[in-house]
T-cell receptor, first 111, second 119 residues
């Protein structure tokens, strides 16, 4: 079974700092990997999706990379802002259309 | 606007009651999913459906039931057999073979969630 791990579980940074969130998975036979943001008491908002054939995707201040062979993905957030404070989750999609989620990294950006 | 609507947002259940959570999507998505989220745990799959009138059990299906009579609707019933139903429930959907509104294949979208509390 696919295991997805996100470390650290929580992270606090001062405003303006660049930061990296990590996601690792045990089975490299994935269809794609998706990063989400979740605000307290809300659903998940899709941020970036990387297909298995891609190495990275960018959207604004966010950049996600994927290294299938090592079972790792990173989400890079540039010039962090207090509005970036949220929990960030990664999910891998296997064939058969099932998704496996990490437990998330809770990010706090301090003004 | 296209999206996934979950209702109610908050729901309270007494012991022995069945309750139904609604999930409706107007994205014309093929697959729909129900997840349960508990503090400190990742999302756990309850049921999913890839086509109308067909659905599969996920990792924690016991005490839950679903139906998929229409493409846009995938209600979840939490039965009295579910011993610890207090949780945050999330519905999601995905399309096959075509790009999402954001231009990506195979992108998973979520509703805003329903919080169920047992009294």
């Amino acid at each position: 079974k696919q295991e997805v791990t996100q470390i650290p579980a929580a992270l606090s940074v001062p405003e303006g700092e660049n930061l990296v969130l990590n996601c690792s998975f045990t089975d490299s036979a994935i269809y794609n990997l998706q990063w989400f943001r979740q605000d307290p008491g809300k659903g998940l908002t899709s941020l970036l999706l990387i297909q298995s054939s891609q190495r990275e995707q960018t959207s604004g201040r966010l950049n996600a990379s994927l290294d299938k062979s090592s079972g790792r993905s990173t989400l890079y957030i540039a010039a962090s802002q207090p509005g970036d404070s949220a929990t960030y989750l990664c999910a891998v999609r296997k064939t058969g259309n099932q998704f496996y989620f990490g437990t998330g990294t809770s990010l706090t950006v301090i003004p | 606007d296209g999206g996934i609507t979950q209702s109610p947002k908050y729901l309270f259940r007494k012991e022995g009651q069945n309750v139904t959570l609604s999930c409706e999507q107007n994205l014309n998505h093929d697959a729909m999913y129900w997840y349960r989220q508990d503090p400190g745990q990742g999302l756990r799959l309850i049921y999913y459906s890839q086509i109308v009138n067909d659905f599969q059990k996920g990792d924690i299906a016991e005490g839950y039931s679903v139906s998929r009579e229409k493409k846009e609707s995938f209600p979840l019933t939490v039965t009295s057999a579910q011993k610890n139903p207090t949780a945050f429930y999330l519905c999601a959907s995905m399309t096959f073979g075509q790009k999402s509104a954001s231009g990506r294949f195979g992108e998973l979208f979520f509703g805003e969630g329903s919080r169920l509390t047992v009294l």
